[in-house]
């Protein structure tokens, strides 16, 4: 007769059943990224998709959208002209060699909290270079002390505000953003 392992990682919708006749293969089928996703998932998040950080696109005119174009531009410490130039972005994202997109829905400030929770807990996993990057101005604060941060622990640049083409990364995800009206 055939004897498996079997592992049980509950999620809030479903349950994921990792299986393998040999225990040693459980931690090649348990891979740290799965767990990460998973954990996404229990924070509520809608869909995570790995890319290649070399395919994101960076370029200038994400940060033009925000100057002409956002009331928070220069009023908020993640912010251009404070957040990554695109050039910093582009050497940044040379640092990695995976990247996990996430999709959430709002309400902006509880998506930027658990976009937090998913770096820690990426963290302990043992990937310790893990760093979100949020979505639209940081919303830790009502009003933004620009020259010192309260939350420097918490406050992230959002993808866009670093130069990065959200639109054509949700592209490469698989997904179709909307634009907000």
Do not use: H
């Amino acid at each position: 007769g055939l004897s498996y392992t079997i592992s049980v990682k509950p999620t809030p919708q479903t349950g994921l059943v990792f299986s393998s006749r040999k225990k040693s293969s459980l931690p090649k089928l348990l891979d740290n990224q799965s767990l990460i996703q998973i954990k996404a998932g229990e924070l509520g998040f809608v869909k995570t998709v790995g890319v290649k950080p070399k395919k994101i696109s960076v370029g200038s005119w994400p940060i033009e959208k925000c100057k002409f174009g956002c009331d928070k531009y220069g009023n908020r410490g993640t912010c251009p002209p404070r957040s990554l130039s695109p050039d910093d972005m582009k050497k940044l994202l040379k640092d990695y060699k995976k990247a996990l997109v996430v999709f959430g829905e709002p309400p902006l400030e509880e998506y930027q909290k658990k976009l937090l929770e998913l770096e820690n807990e990426a963290f302990r996993q043992g990937y310790v270079k893990a760093l979100v990057f949020s979505a639209g101005p940081c919303s830790l604060c009502e009003d933004c002390d620009v020259a010192n941060c309260r939350n420097p622990d918490k406050a992230r640049p959002s993808l866009e505000s670093c130069g990065v083409d959200v639109f054509d990364l949700a592209k490469k995800a698989g997904l179709q953003l909307k634009v907000l009206k």
